[in-house]
């Protein structure tokens, strides 16, 4: 997660940003083909990280991981746990990731910004269903909503 999913989600969800200043709006949004390029490896890397996550015994993470944010984030251990006790809601997960990934390359390759931000929110939900029920301790919040009835919250 740390090396492939997070910076590569970053990317997708920093790629457009409005910020309203005493000017007016500010607006950042990928012009160039080198800021595409940027985009469609980053939603390459989500779509094949799904894969890679659903490659059996693949460990949850590197030998003496701990977790960056004890009590807020469970340990690699108990991540695995989980993992091990709802394979196919893991898989579901992974596919989920898996499946945003591909949305987001067809918006970069269509160079859409709406549709780009529509498949950041679809990545957004893919992310937060799969930490709810793996990543948080004792999370009884409900999942954000399913990946097909995502809607644009940006």
Do not use: K
């Amino acid at each position: 997660m740390r090396s492939l999913v997070d910076p590569a989600a970053d990317a997708i969800w920093d790629a457009v940003v409005i910020t309203s200043t005493a000017a007016g709006l500010d607006e950042r949004r990928p012009e160039t083909d080198d800021d595409w390029n940027a985009l469609e490896r980053s939603a390459v890397v989500l779509a094949e990280s799904g894969n890679l996550l659903q490659i059996d015994d693949r460990p949850i993470a590197a030998a003496g991981s701990v977790s960056e944010l004890p009590g807020v984030d469970l340990e690699p251990s108990d991540i695995a746990a989980r993992v091990a006790a709802e394979p196919r809601a893991w898989a579901r997960s992974a596919r989920e990731l898996r499946d945003a990934g591909g949305v987001t390359l067809e918006a970069v390759r269509a160079r859409d910004v709406d549709a780009l931000l529509a498949s950041g929110d679809r990545l957004y939900v893919a992310c937060e269903n799969c930490h709810s029920r793996f990543w948080y301790p004792d999370d009884a919040t409900p999942s954000v909503g399913s990946v097909e009835s995502a809607s644009p919250s940006r």
